[in-house]
């Protein structure tokens, strides 16, 4: 069975800087797709960005974007310019290719931004 | 297009009643699968329907839940005897395509007393 682990249970950051938070994942699949999504206290979950395994090129979304690491099964996401609007519960989620349809998450991470 | 639309948003019940929670996906999204979270955790995936097939269900869902999407539309989903732990919020999410990420509902927050 595939798992997600987020190794940062919470992290922070100052206005207008950098953070990157990890996601580490295990599978046996070859193709798989890949997302982070974001989820604002008491709101609902919105997706922030998504890779597809086969694609070497790493995704990106505006202000955020992703080092997909296939061989070490690695996939962090990097908040440029962070803004005050970021601060939430982000989430890695690992969805194979075929077969099962489920996302499987991990625990998140609680990212706060300091203005 | 009002997105992912899940009632009730709050549902507080007594230990040993039923309760059913309704999910209304994006219209065109054929995909629609339903979520538990509890506290400090992720979502964990409880089932899926394609149309209105039910395609994978969890083994978290029990005997006691049952789920189902009457001509491929809305969904419920139904939990008989609730229990304490049942307690969560229940997150419907609609997709159309399998390279595509979920659209999520605002879910439903049960609280069992």
Redesign the interface.
Known sequence: AQTVTQSQPEMSVQEAETVTLSCTYDTSESDYYLFWYKQPPSRQMILVIRQEAYKQQNATENRFSVNFQKAAKSFSLKISDSQLGDAAMYFCAYRSAGGSEKLVFGKGTKLTVNP | DTGVSQNPRHKITKRGQNVTFRCDPISEHN?L?W?RQTL??????LT?FQNEAQ??K?RLLSDRFSAERPKGSFSTLEIQRTEQGDSAMY?C?SSLR??????????TRLTVV
Do not use: H, K, N
């Not at chain 2, 400090?40 to 995936?45: A, R, S």
């Not at chain 2, 399998?98 to 879910?107: A, D, I, K, R």
């Open positions: 995909r699968y979520y400090g955790q992720g979502p964990e995936f899926y395609l994978e969890s997150l999410a399998l390279s595509y990420g979920y659209t999520f509902g605002s879910g």
